[in-house]
T-cell receptor
């Protein structure tokens, strides 16, 4: 069974730009969650999608958004990038109970 | 109420030792407690998980102990090896599927 695939693995963007990250879940997993990981704040929940609907949302500004497609693939978008958005963005997909993470996308904002 | 407190922040043990990482939670609605292992440049990998209806769960060299009344749980790594050197995160979740993570413990196993 293929794991969770995130693309791209690395990104460098300039302040003010926007970025789109992609996550392909494990086959059969319909729940996709996104997390931001930074040295200072640790792992923080961004949002969760299930069957193309946002089911849960963390405490992040509206610049952070996401969507899920009918094949369960998900994208997250960050608009008007700030230096503080530099982080590892992780996608997790869930079956019955267990959540499995992808390798993450390392975003650097310069 | 959503916090999960994890300690210690870092830990150094010799090969064969038994590192113990502790976590405490506040939200009594949490009913699933996984532990994740993360190597540099990789995503967290699920190690072992427990529900509050059992007090201990063992998988290979990894054991979770759970104390429901104290709202605490811990990870023990038996016969630790240098390859276990990584950052370990405890987490908790309830009916909502979002995971609330501890702050992580950086473990170093020396020869």
């Amino acid at each position: 069974k293929a794991g969770v695939t995130q693309t791209p693995r690395y990104l460098i963007k300039t302040r003010g730009q926007q970025v789109t990250l992609s996550c392909s879940p494990i086959s059969g997993h319909r729940s996709v969650s996104w997390y931001q990981q930074t040295p200072g704040q640790g792992l923080q929940f961004l949002f969760e999608y299930f069957s193309e609907t946002q089911r849960n949302k963390g405490n992040f500004p509206g610049r952070f958004s996401g969507r899920q497609f009918s094949n369960s693939r998900s994208e997250m978008n960050v608009s008007t990038l700030e230096l503080g958005d530099s982080a590892l963005y992780l996608c997790a997909t869930r079956g019955e109970t267990e959540a499995f993470f992808g390798q993450g996308t390392r975003l650097t904002v310069v | 109420q959503q916090q999960v407190k994890q300690s210690p922040q870092s830990l150094i043990v010799q090969k064969g030792g038994i590192p113990i990482i502790n976590c405490a939670y506040e939200n009594t609605a949490f009913d699933y407690f996984p532990w994740y292992q993360q190597f540099p440049g990789k995503g967290p990998a699920l190690l072992i998980a427990i529900r509050p209806d059992v007090s201990e769960k063992k998988e290979g060299r990894f054991t979770i102990s759970f104390n429901k009344s104290a709202k605490q749980f811990s990870l023990h790594i038996m016969d630790s090896q240098p390859g276990d050197s990584a950052t370990y995160f405890c987490a908790a979740t309830g009916t909502a599927s979002k995971l609330t993570f501890g702050t992580g413990t950086r473990l170093q196993v020396t020869l």
